[in-house]
């Protein structure tokens, strides 16, 4: 049943003329007639009599027109409460290499409805400029065009496997990584800063796997496939941890919004993710 067509209904009821009601709900007598006529067939009863020139609503008619109202009214009701979750809703875009605590945390914060968005770097900044995300906890451009506060600062540092051959060490320089099998880590938002670093230091990594999804990088690197790189925080369980001396590589995570409702929702979430700030940087234990 089409809603509008109550609605229609309701005007020719309340001004009793197929004229008047065409008139105010801005619509031509010929498609106010045929809604009426669809109404009769849906029913399977005549609503409405020929009367001279116009219409006479009959008793089915009168009958109809409190249930229609009902109706309308529960339908409205319905409208404004879902357009009020709706605009409750806190959009949030996250990082794909940001461990799933940072996630945690957030929701913890936020005490009404939310939806989680992934996406690079470059896209959640777009999606915050657009405003078709409130706000995004993702790592910092040099010089962020939108409101920000930075959560944490953290180096980058190598990930192997409990059999791998740096496995138990603490640190490793970045040239004994020379041709080292290594797991790139293609959403990391700092690749091409790496890449740049590693020719400069003249070493060049094997690559022998190549993956966007960050719990497979994990698991390549734990079944003792290769190395990656990563942030400090990204750490997954089965996994060690080395510094590499002569890597200058970092990254800031923070928030960042435009909106009045992101502000709103910065707010709420600073001190929780902050709190959580130690254990997420907390590199994984040596086996």
């Not at 709900?25 to 399977?44: C, D, M, W, Y």
């Not at 009902?70 to 794909?96: F, Q």
């Not at 990391?188 to 999804?213: P, S």
């Not at 923070?254 to 997420?280: F, H, P």
Request: with cysteine.
């Amino acid at each position: 049943m089409n809603v509008q067509h109550l609605r229609y209904f309701l005007a020719m009821m309340e001004t009793g003329s197929v004229s008047r009601a065409a008139e105010r709900i801005g619509i031509t007598q010929p498609t106010l007639s045929v809604a009426l006529k669809r109404l009769e067939n849906e029913f399977g009863v005549q609503l409405f009599a020929a009367d001279g020139r116009g219409l006479r609503a009959l008793p089915s008619a009168k009958r109809l027109e409190q249930y229609a109202r009902m109706a309308v009214r529960a339908l409205s009701e319905a409208k404004r409460d879902l357009d009020k979750g709706a605009s409750d809703r806190l959009r949030i875009g996250l990082l794909p290499s940001l461990s799933p605590g940072w996630l945690t945390a957030m929701v913890k914060a936020w005490d009404g409805p939310i939806q989680i968005v992934e996406a690079s770097v470059e896209e959640l900044q777009e999606k915050i400029s657009r405003e078709s995300l409130d706000i995004g906890l993702t790592a910092l451009p040099d010089q962020p065009n939108s409101p920000h506060h930075v959560i944490l600062r953290e180096p980058f540092k190598l990930f192997t496997g409990n059999t791998h051959e740096l496995a138990g060490q603490r640190t490793v320089a970045l040239t004994a990584l020379n041709q080292q099998p290594f797991v790139l880590r293609q959403s990391c938002e700092r690749t091409g800063m790496g890449r740049r670093l590693a020719e400069v230091a003249r070493i060049r990594f094997k690559v022998v796997a190549k993956t966007k999804q960050e719990a497979t990088a994990a698991a390549l690197v734990a079944a003792g496939l290769g190395c990656t790189l990563a942030p400090r925080s990204w750490g997954f369980s089965g996994l060690n941890s080395l510094e590499v001396t002569g890597l200058q590589l970092d990254r800031s995570i923070g928030l960042l919004w435009k909106t009045a409702k992101g502000a709103r929702g910065a707010t709420k979430m600073i001190d929780a993710l902050e709190a959580q700030t130690i254990s997420l940087a907390k590199p994984p234990a040596i086996a």
